[in-house]
């Protein structure tokens, strides 16, 4: 069974410092990607970025990058420069195929992260 | 992007009404549609998988008499709460997306905050 596990209920971070929030998961799956969303206060879902099992390389959106560990099944989520708007939940989440075809999330239960200005 | 409603924003009821919520693809043909729970400060639990035409697939636990799910068109899925009580109380939050659709092509809509009194 796919388990996604955030072990940071809540973080802190100065405006325009770095934060890196933590995931680690587990499957069975050989091929997949894993997600990093944000929650703000509005609570909409919005995807950050997403990360395929089979690249090595990391990905990035603007400030927004992942760390990835395949062997360790760990995935990490790194902001740079963080802004106040950056303020929100973030859940790591791993999707599994349905019998329907489609994908369904597992999320992991969250980082609250807090921007000080 | 894509965009996905929910209708109402929020609702209060008294205990033994039931509440139906309304999800809709405002700008695509969504086949699927998936449906949340988040408590308070809490992750999203998937409930059930709606796929237009068919029985929704309930999650481990979910009482499919209690929460009755129909996805009679391609852009519309209801979640109907019977009976609702104060444990019902919670956000609830429906994504859309494709057939096969990839898990990054899940469109979030903005949740129904549920209140039973």
């Known amino acids: 069974a796919q388990t996604v596990t955030q072990s940071q209920p809540e973080m802190s971070v100065q405006e325009a410092e770095t934060v890196t929030l933590s995931c680690t998961y587990d499957t069975s799956e050989s091929d997949y990607y894993l997600f990093w969303y944000k929650q703000p206060p509005s609570r909409q879902m919005i995807l950050v970025i997403r990360?395929?099992?089979?690249?090595?390389q990391n990905a990035t959106e603007n400030r927004f990058s992942v760390n990835f560990q395949k062997a360790a099944k760990s995935f990490s989520l790194k902001i740079s420069d963080s802004q106040l708007g950056d303020a929100a939940m973030y859940f790591c989440?791993?999707?599994?195929?349905?019998?329907?075809?489609?994908?369904?999330?597992?999320f992991g239960k969250g980082t609250k992260l807090t921007v000080n200005p | 992007g894509a965009v996905v409603s929910q209708h109402p924003s929020r609702v209060i009821c008294k205990s033994g009404t039931s509440v139906k919520i309304e999800c809709r693809s405002l700008d695509f043909q969504a086949t699927t549609m998936f449906w949340y729970r988040q408590f308070p400060k809490q992750s999203l639990m998937l409930m059930a998988t709606?796929?237009?035409?068919?029985?929704?697939?309930?999650e481990q636990g979910v009482e499919k008499d209690k929460f009755l799910i129909n996805h009679a068109s391609l852009t519309l899925s209801t979640l109907t709460v019977t009976s609702a009580h104060p444990e019902d109380s919670s956000f609830y939050i429906c994504?859309?997306?494709?057939?096969?659709?990839?898990?990054?092509?899940?469109?979030f809509g903005p949740g129904t905050r549920l209140t039973v009194l």
């Open positions: 994504s859309a997306t494709v057939a096969g659709g990839r898990a990054d092509t899940q469109y």
């Open positions: 709606s796929n237009e035409g068919s029985k929704a697939t309930y």
């Open positions: 990360q395929e099992a089979y690249k090595q």
């Open positions: 989440a791993l999707p599994f195929l349905t019998q329907g075809g489609s994908e369904k999330l597992v």
